[in-house]
């Protein structure tokens, strides 16, 4: 009867909602309509392109399979096999072990895990990992979008590439530029580790390239020998990129498809969390409510959590205190209404969303000269008390950490995440995962005389700790913990069930878009660190 109970109560309880209860980045009124839900987008979700064109959208999708279309409570059924809900849940998963880099210092990165789980219709997040060629270092992303998915898309193709260019030398810029100017091959500046559903929008790939390039022309006219720290490279290239974002919407393109997909990008936006991590040195960029933290394991065996980020939201003073220092003392009152920014936007910093960063007048111009922009949802809207723009800033908070051996991960997570599971959860499910995964390869011990029955007995009890169906992606694990929990923090198949199989226009009422990406640490490479540093 349980599946009828989480039915009935879903279905009760969102045709009486009127607004998402905090996860929705932007308003949504729902309105009900004979038993029918409709949503009223005040910034609608990106759609596909017109007719002979494309849409950022249309190139990432993870499998929606049995999902309902009807919110007529005698038409669902929760029912899902075991293996269907561990079809939909890995669907999206990721892994990658790392190598020695010069066959003598292993990487202190050990391994990392990712996956991600949909709630929007296309899903709104994005992630990035990749180890730096031309520096040191590997770096690991996490971008959630809102208002649709092409800022997160393209800011997940582009941010590691100009946090990379920012942390080369100028011989090295020097180089490529000029093997650029003759035209020949260009070293790769990154290797990316990606899942084959993380598919590049190659249509605009040369004018991202193009943009790129001319950064790096930038950094050689600053004519700094030193370079910039880690910091300051991360802090430049947050920034930069989201100014190329606002630049190339106004200037002309070469194509309609070209000038839509800049538009799409620059009226939709995108928080996006970080990590740079080279040897011990563990730098988190944070821009908006992504998260990273820290599992850290004590001496005495017990597991504490260490956040790297804060959230910048309406609940962080910090970032209350900022916008009032930026705008005039009359516009204290109208800086966040109902704990969103200008009562619009929840996070109070993001890649994009040029309706909080342009004039009126700018956004005018550029919207009037376009093409059919409502075929692209996107709407020529003012909040109101819009009087001292910009409001929203890219601007990342970095936060620095010299990694011990008793640090064992970084779990780096979109809000999707962090809105179901504490961070003291997340780490202990963790270090759980950790502690399940050792003894399920650890070989079985048998008491002498060996017989076949006492072998049964010591199979059944492996059995009956559920280390035989245990997930290998501890991402995956994170994720089934998050929709899947009861009030005792065990994963209710059922719950886990209804929540998989919710409609698409029910969906997001109870669940945002999750991506997770768990970053394991190389304990000896670390100690050996502090041993020939003493």
């Not at 879903?10 to 038993?35: D, E, F, H, M, T």
């Not at 296309?122 to 180890?131: C, F, H, L, V, Y």
């Not at 004590?298 to 962080?316: I, Q, V």
């Not at 962090?418 to 003894?439: D, F, Q, R």
Request: aromatic content about 8%.
């Amino acid at each position: 009867m349980m599946s009828r109970t989480v039915s009935s109560w879903i279905l009760s309880s969102a045709r009486s909602s009127i607004v998402l209860q905090g996860k929705g980045r932007w308003y949504s009124i729902c309105i009900p309509n004979r038993n029918k839900i409709k949503w009223k987008l005040v910034f609608s979700k990106t759609c596909p392109y017109p007719a002979g064109s494309c849409s950022l959208d249309s190139t990432f999708s993870l499998p929606k399979a049995f999902r309902h279309t009807s919110t007529e409570e005698e038409h669902f059924s929760f029912q899902l096999s075991p293996a269907q809900i561990n079809d939909i849940l890995r669907a999206g998963e990721l892994s990658h072990k790392t190598l020695d880099l010069n066959g003598k210092n292993a990487n202190s990165v050990l391994r990392f895990e990712s996956n991600q789980l949909a709630s929007n219709s296309p899903m709104e997040d994005r992630r990035s990992a990749a180890t730096c060629l031309q520096t040191a270092g590997m770096m690991f992303g996490v971008f959630d979008g809102h208002a649709g998915a092409a800022c997160a898309q393209a800011v997940s193709e582009r941010l590691l590439h100009y946090i990379a260019v920012s942390l080369m030398s100028r011989q090295s810029l020097e180089e490529i530029e000029l093997a650029v100017e003759a035209m020949k091959p260009v070293r790769p500046i990154l290797q990316w580790h990606k899942h084959p559903n993380d598919v590049e929008y190659q249509e605009i790939t040369s004018q991202y390239f193009e943009n790129l390039r001319v950064y790096w022309q930038h950094l050689l006219d600053l004519d700094a020998e030193l370079g910039f720290s880690l910091e300051e490279a991360m802090i430049c290239a947050f920034k930069r990129l989201d100014s190329d974002i606002s630049l190339e919407v106004q200037a002309p393109q070469e194509s309609e498809l070209m000038r839509n997909i800049a538009l799409q990008v620059a009226f939709s936006g995108a928080t996006a969390c970080v990590a740079h991590i080279d040897g011990v040195h563990l730098h988190v960029a944070n821009t908006g409510d992504c998260r990273a933290v820290l599992g850290v394991r004590e001496e005495d065996g017990t597991w504490s959590t260490l956040p790297l980020t804060r959230d910048h939201n309406a609940y962080d003073e910090f970032e209350i205190r900022r916008l009032k220092r930026e705008h005039p003392r009359s516009e204290e009152k109208t800086l966040f209404v109902n704990d969103r920014l200008l009562g619009i936007l929840m996070p109070s910093r993001a890649f994009g969303d040029v309706q909080l960063k342009w004039s009126k007048e700018l956004q005018h111009s550029i919207l009037e000269n376009s093409c059919d922009v409502e075929a692209l949802n996107i709407y020529q809207y003012v909040p109101p008390n819009y009087h001292t723009p910009p409001y929203l800033t890219a601007e990342p908070e970095v936060t620095y950490h010299k990694l011990r051996s008793k640090d064992k991960f970084l779990v780096i997570a979109s809000d999707g995440l962090w809105e179901m599971l504490s961070n003291e959860k997340v780490v202990k499910l963790v270090a759980g995962h950790l502690t399940e995964l050792n003894m399920q390869k650890s070989p079985l011990t048998f008491k002498k005389p060996v017989n076949l029955g006492y072998m049964h007995n010591l199979l059944l009890q492996r059995k009956s700790k559920g280390l035989a169906s245990l997930d290998q992606n501890i991402a995956t694990h994170l994720i089934r913990h998050a929709i899947g929990s009861n009030e005792y923090g065990e994963v209710d198949p059922e719950k886990l069930a209804a929540m998989l199989t919710l409609p698409e226009d029910l969906a997001r009422m109870y669940r945002d878009d999750i991506t997770v990406t768990v970053v394991y640490f190389n304990s000896e490479t670390i100690e050996d660190y502090y041993r020939n540093h003493k």
